[in-house]
């Protein structure tokens, strides 16, 4: 976020810290391109190390007085698409806001979530992290059981838009928001976390379509638990949501296997 002529804040996610905001002095008076690894821009979704001096009091800002790009991750940047989902993932990271004890693991689950969509096309990685950062937040979403009769969830399932978490078609009003195959219900329920993944050269072909629905759920989700506008979404949906509407199945199709994990 520029702040003057010169300087910018920064939100770093560091191992160890969480989530810390700093001051960046002089940062945007170094040209984009150099020749100097030291002095790569710290633009968003970079990794690396950073030098830093710790706010005084909460609420206020730190300084970052160096820093070291590990990977500036260029063929990410290659790619519109791809740079928006992994926007999206640094969205969500911030709404999340990682306690110090749980940061390493997130950067962790993270760096492998975007070494994933940079090097292959399927969003299970994605939905993957989504999912994972909404349990490490403790928000954990029950995709097994209605929310207000408790009863397992033995056909489709609908979210609504006033109410956190998922509802049988009895107890669902008429204030949906999704409606959300059982499929898709019992493969995101079973969809480890990103590090826990097979190399994606391994894993089964993925269902698009699938991924988007499962993506839109947990979006859908997070910003009722986080109260969190998370404003990438529907840019996010905007490009994907097309995929579903093409692969959309007639109504009262059976019940099919769909591999998320
Ligand atoms: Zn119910």
Same mark, same amino acid.
Do not use: W
């Given at each position: 976020m520029d %702040?003057?002529?010169?300087?910018?804040?920064?939100?770093?996610?560091? $191992? +160890? #810290?969480? /989530?810390?905001?700093?001051? !960046?002095? +002089?940062?945007?008076?170094?040209?984009?391109?150099?020749?100097?690894? /030291? &002095?790569?821009?710290l633009d968003v979704l970079t990794t690396g190390q950073v030098v830093f001096i710790p706010a005084r009091q909460p609420g206020q800002l730190g300084v970052l007085t160096a820093w070291d790009v590990t990977d500036h991750r260029p063929n990410l940047r290659r790619n519109?698409?791809?740079?928006?989902?992994?926007?999206? @993932?640094?969205?969500?990271? &911030?709404?999340?806001?990682?306690?110090?004890?749980?940061? +390493?693991?997130? @950067?962790?689950?993270?760096?492998?979530?975007?070494?994933? @969509?940079?090097?292959?096309?399927? /969003?299970?990685? %994605?939905?993957?992290?989504?999912?994972?950062?909404?349990?490490? !937040?403790?928000? !954990?979403? $029950?995709?097994? *059981? #209605?929310?207000? *009769?408790?009863?397992?969830?033995?056909?489709?399932?609908?979210?609504?838009?006033?109410?956190? +978490? =998922? %509802? *049988?078609?009895?107890? #669902?009003?008429? $204030?949906?928001?999704?409606?959300?195959?059982?499929?898709?219900?019992? !493969? =995101?329920?079973? /969809?480890?976390?990103p590090c826990d993944l097979p190399d994606p050269k391994l894993q089964p072909p993925s269902d698009p379509a699938a991924l988007v629905q499962a993506a839109h759920l947990l979006f859908i989700h997070l910003r009722a638990v986080l109260e969190d506008r998370l404003r990438l979404v529907e840019p996010f949906l905007h490009l994907f949501e097309p995929v579903v509407s093409a692969n959309r199945p007639a109504r009262n199709t059976a019940y099919q296997e769909v591999t998320l994990p």
């Open positions: %702040f003057s002529e010169s300087s910018q804040i920064v939100t770093l996610l560091a $191992d +160890g #810290c969480g /989530l810390v905001s700093l001051i !960046a002095k +002089g940062i945007r008076k170094i040209p984009k391109k150099t020749s100097s690894p /030291l &002095m790569a821009p519109y698409q791809k740079i928006l989902i992994s926007q999206v @993932l640094a969205e969500v990271t &911030m709404a999340t806001g990682p306690s110090d004890d749980a940061a +390493g693991d997130v @950067l962790r689950q993270l760096d492998r979530t975007i070494s994933d @969509l940079t090097a292959h096309e399927s /969003l299970r990685p %994605f939905v993957a992290y989504l999912k994972y950062a909404a349990a490490a !937040a403790g928000y !954990a979403p $029950d995709l097994t *059981c #209605c929310t207000r *009769c408790k009863a397992p969830l033995h056909s489709n399932a609908g979210m609504m838009h006033s109410t956190v +978490g =998922l %509802f *049988c078609d009895d107890c #669902c009003g008429s $204030d949906v928001a999704i409606r959300v195959e059982r499929r898709i219900l019992v !493969a =995101l329920d079973r /969809l480890p976390s």
